[in-house]
């Protein structure tokens, strides 16, 4: 449903539309008549309400832009952002694996404050693509408490990361355990694509962090307010 009402709102871009409407122009545009749309809209405004705030709660939540910023049974307020973000996207899927490891690793550093992150060698990395350290200090220190060890593994893929690529990064962090120090430590796996569930449910499980190519377009677009391949340009 949503994918053609993004359709409907690409093709007429407006911030705000009156929600009966837009429904109207969706079942329209499955095939039935005004009358037919109209009747459907009505019989079906709250479950599409509900479902439209839902999605907004969950694009909160996963840190993505939603197409929706708002809505009601009379209003949908729409985020035109949202088409931004994903150019973005696409212009990200573009990247060569090599430049989208030198780019996660200037997203570490602009979007999450990171210091002396460094790529580790393009070949038999062992399930490491860059590390580095990210500060642990007050909002207004003057200087960090202490540093806590980063380490990330970036994969340009068309399809979505598999678990064998989450078992090898399992595997890498095992390595970094120390008997008897306790370094903070913080694992971080970027992806231009998604996470089959049961990767992703890995990555949970080790407390990981898993960060999707939607949710990357999203913080590029934040940190840069730009476009398109102009705004991957800021971090490269």
């Known amino acids: 449903m949503h994918e053609i009402i993004e359709e409907i709102i690409f093709i007429t871009p407006k911030s705000r539309y009156e929600t009966m409407a837009l429904l109207v122009q969706y079942y329209t545009k499955q095939g039935h008549n005004i009358m037919q749309a109209s009747a459907k809209a009505e019989s079906n405004l709250r479950f599409f309400c509900e479902d439209v705030q839902n999605l907004i709660n969950y694009s909160t939540k996963e840190n993505v832009a939603c197409l929706y910023n ?40 602009k979007c999450f404050g990171a210091s002396s992150v460094d790529i580790t060698q393009r070949t ?9 350290f990210i500060p642990f200090k ?3 220190s003057t200087s960090p408490f202490t540093y806590i060890e980063l380490y990330g593994q970036a994969k340009k893929y068309l399809g979505n990361v598999g678990r064998g690529d989450v078992d090898a990064f399992t595997a890498f962090a095992n390595r970094q355990k120390r008997d008897n120090t306790y370094p903070a430590q913080l694992f971080v ?27 990357i377009a999203t913080l590029v677009f934040q940190e840069t307010g ?3 391949i102009e705004a991957i340009r800021e971090f490269l």
């Open 70 to 109: 708002s809505i009601s049974n009379s209003v949908a307020n729409i985020n035109l952002n949202y088409f931004i973000v994903k150019e973005i996207h696409s212009e990200l899927k573009k990247l060569s694996w090599q430049v989208f490891e030198d780019f996660c690793a200037a997203l570490m550093k």
């Open 124 to 132: 038999a990395d062992m399930g490491l693509d860059f590390k580095g």
């Open 138 to 140: 007050g909002r207004l």
């Open 189 to 215: 796996f970027c992806t231009t694509s998604d996470f089959i569930p049961s990767a992703k449910a890995e990555i949970i499980k080790n407390h990981f962090v898993s960060i999707n190519g939607f949710q």
């Open 226 to 228: 730009k476009a398109g």
